[in-house]
């Protein structure tokens, strides 16, 4: 019986934590993105956003957010926001992509960006594989 109930928590544990360190993930980089993004970008079309909204934002075709005024060096790019697309853009998104009008962010440390990266992947729940093709 004991080891019935101990073999059960085993198998509990596995799973349970793996979940506990993408919570802890996603929460950091929700705090991450509150306090680098979140004053320029809303994560839906319910708020305001001087930025556009970045729900569904990986795998989304850069400047596909229906009714959003983006630069023409932002919508004629043809990216798709993959993760390393998304990294590149948080380290350096004036040189990745000159002419667009966001500011420069510089977020340089992988650390910061996997833990924003998190974040933006729970908050993308339509599959976008469709056009990331
Ligand atoms: C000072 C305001 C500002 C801040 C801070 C900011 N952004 Fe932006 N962001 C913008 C604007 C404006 C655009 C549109 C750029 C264009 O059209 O060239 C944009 C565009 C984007 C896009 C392209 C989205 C699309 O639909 O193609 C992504 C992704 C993005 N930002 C991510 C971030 C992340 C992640 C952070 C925080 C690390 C951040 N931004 C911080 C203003 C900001």
């Known amino acids: ?6 073999a059960a928590a085993a198998l509990l544990g596995g799973p349970a934590c793996a979940d506990t360190y993408a919570d802890i993930k996603i929460s950091a980089g929700k705090a991450l993105f509150d306090a680098e993004c979140r004053r320029c970008h809303a994560v839906d079309a319910d708020h305001a956003s001087y930025g556009p909204p970045l729900e569904n934002v990986v795998g989304r075709a850069a400047g596909s957010y229906e009714g959003y005024d983006y630069s023409i060096a932002l919508e004629a790019s ?3 926001w993959t993760p390393a697309a998304l990294r590149a853009w948080m380290e350096d998104n004036a ?15 992988r650390t910061v960006q996997d833990f924003i990266l998190s974040y933006l992947t729970s908050i993308t729940i339509r599959d976008n594989s469709a056009i990331s093709k």
Do not use: S
């Open 1 to 6: 019986m004991k080891l019935t109930i101990l």
């Open 78 to 80: 043809g990216i798709v």
């Open 95 to 109: 040189g990745f992509m000159p002419g667009t009008k966001m500011r420069h962010v510089g977020i340089d440390d």
